[in-house]
């Protein structure tokens, strides 16, 4: 019987510790992102710092062909061409070991870029650092950052993939206005909905 308020107490301790584990590795929301230097389809590279006049980044982890990322390609397009006017531009990056995924090679991503006339910088993590750090594990995968790189919204650019006239949250537009007008982002995390990202085999 003496054992059994020790045994209650170690199982409270276990149940206390398995909830307070963070869901997710990497960045999460309030924490301040690292910046990097990472080659561009115009094989120039490319830095966060390099926007000077950026007042946020919308970060996007993304890829060639995967149908989720196919899917809002259009989408990302017209959020940089709505945002980046108002310091807000799409920074994406294709996170995809290219030996697991021959799609998602440098030389897709220049062939890609080229058909769809990205008007953003399209980056290759090729050593999936930046993936990593970020805690990205989807195509396509949203971080929503301020100037200063502290992260405001991780996860979905809004609650439907398959049809863009049928959204109706729209939750990566509403974090940039919310963050615009310096006001609280009612939703700052959602699940990312893609495909899973193709990590080198070790």
């Known amino acids: 019987m003496k054992r059994l308020p020790a045994l ?60 989720y ?13 709505k945002y980046a006017p108002l310091g807000y531009p799409v920074v994406a990056i294709n996170p995809n070991d290219k030996d697991v995924s021959p799609s998602d090679s440098y030389e897709g991503m220049k062939q890609r870029a080229k058909e769809k006339n990205y008007p953003f910088p399209y980056l290759i993590d090729d050593t999936q650092e930046i993936a990593r750090a970020y805690g990205a594990t989807r195509t396509p995968h949203v971080y929503l950052l301020d100037q200063d790189r502290v992260v405001h919204y991780i996860g979905a650019i809004d609650d439907n993939h398959e049809e863009p006239e049928a959204v109706k949250e729209k939750y990566l537009e509403n974090a940039i206005n919310a963050l615009r007008d310096g006001k609280e982002i009612t939703v700052k995390e959602t699940k990312a909905i893609g495909c899973s990202i193709k990590w080198r085999k070790s």
């Open 8 to 67: 209650i107490a170690v199982g409270i301790a276990l149940l206390t510790w398995c909830f307070t584990l963070p869901v997710h590795d990497g960045y999460h929301v309030g924490d301040t992102a690292r910046d990097f230097k990472l080659k561009n389809v115009d094989g120039k590279p490319y830095s966060l710092k390099g926007f000077e006049t950026a007042k946020g980044y919308i970060v996007v982890f993304t890829c060639n062909n995967c149908p």
């Open 69 to 81: 990322a196919l899917a809002y390609q259009d989408r990302i397009i017209d959020l940089h061409n």
